[in-house]
């Protein structure tokens, strides 16, 4: 394991190198400094959602239901701001995170004490989060006249040449990274992933688990409901519509496997990196960006390939080692 995770950081950071170097041979603006911060504060709100979709896969489960937490969260906060657009931003912020906490409590609650598979909770929750935007919104939405100034003005602050959006994910970054290599849960989800049979035996709460990687990702989708509804100053019912596709997409093209306990904090950044480089490359070269759904599926299985083939050739070792020893 500890020899996959830099090899495949190293490869897909070299696509990435080799993706932008084949668009700047027709579009040289596209790799200027500026493009790129832009490609990079495009790429937040995937960077950040990866990252809590990051530690759900790496115990073996599946949060299909990112997307509509942070569709609801941004609707709620959206009304929340129209009611009373007073209210300080950090309190908004603070609501969401709760909100997107609360929604993946309820995932974990499922997946821990009734013993659902993860799949079959999160297309469950899914579908009912989307079903209670229209039902406190009443289908309808939330323009940006109805909004505050501070309410969407707030992602789109510059602070040392970055807006607040990429700060966001920088930060998201910095503290996961602290996360998964120096702390305690950090080691318990890799355990968990890895082998959960014997993370029991070594007092490891699986459930519990389990659990808490489900309010991670809830609460970073919470927060990513804000900064999306305040940046593009919109709430609509069906915001971020399959956008739960495109971080599963991140997370595998990163190396993070389906089968848990591998993966990286640089692997679901790049792996978010490269869809997002995709995805602003498509219109400069006059690709239809509904291709980029093709080009992630295409990506999740070879990644997926590349990880199953990675994972025989470690058996073979093992076994070989093995009868080595006999």
């Known amino acids: 394991m500890t020899r996959l995770i830099p090899v495949r950081e190293t490869i897909l950071g070299g ?11 027709r579009f040289a603006d596209f790799v200027a400094p500026s493009n790129l911060a832009n490609v990079f504060n495009d790429t937040a709100p995937l960077i950040i959602l990866a990252l809590g979709q990051m530690v759900v896969i790496l115990t073996r489960c599946i949060d299909l239901s990112v997307a509509a937490n942070l569709a609801l969260t941004g609707m709620a906060v959206a009304m929340i701001n129209v009611a009373m657009p007073g209210l300080p931003i950090p ?7 709760l909100l997107g906490a609360i929604m993946g409590a309820i995932n974990g609650v499922l997946v821990w004490k009734l013993a659902i598979p993860p ?19 009443d289908g309808k939405w939330v323009n940006s006249h109805e909004m505050s100034p501070a309410f969407t003005d707030f992602p789109r ?53 389990q659990f808490w990687a489900f309010v991670v990702s809830g609460a970073l989708a919470g ?47 790049l792996g978010a990196i490269f869809l997002g480089v995709v995805k602003n490359a498509l219109p400069v070269v006059n690709i239809s960006p509904f291709w980029q759904l093709a080009i992630s599926g295409s990506a999740i299985l070879i990644a997926v390939a590349f990880n199953a083939r990675a994972g025989r050739n470690k058996g073979r070792i093992i076994l070989k080692e093995a009868e080595a020893t006999q």
């Open 91 to 97: 309190v908004i912020i603070a609501i969401a995170v």
């Open 119 to 137: 799949i079959v909770v999160t297309l469950g929750t899914m579908t009912i989060f989307r079903g209670i935007i229209f039902l406190i919104s």
């Open 223 to 269: 927060l990513t409901g804000y900064l999306w509804v305040s940046r593009f100053a919109v709430a609509y019912v069906d915001i971020a519509g399959g956008f739960e596709l495109e971080v599963v997409a991140a997370c595998v093209i990163g190396g993070i496997s389906i089968a848990g306990g591998i993966g990286s904090v640089g692997g679901a950044v």
């Open 157 to 209: 602050m510059v602070l040392l040449g970055l807006p607040v959006l990429s700060w966001a994910a920088i930060i998201t970054i910095v503290l996961f990274g602290i996360m998964m290599a120096r702390t305690q849960f950090g080691r318990s989800i890799f355990a968990v992933g890895g082998n959960p049979h014997a993370a029991v035996y070594t007092g490891i709460d699986v459930g519990k688990t």
């Open 15 to 25: 696509a990435i190198l080799v993706l932008l170097l084949l668009i700047s041979s």
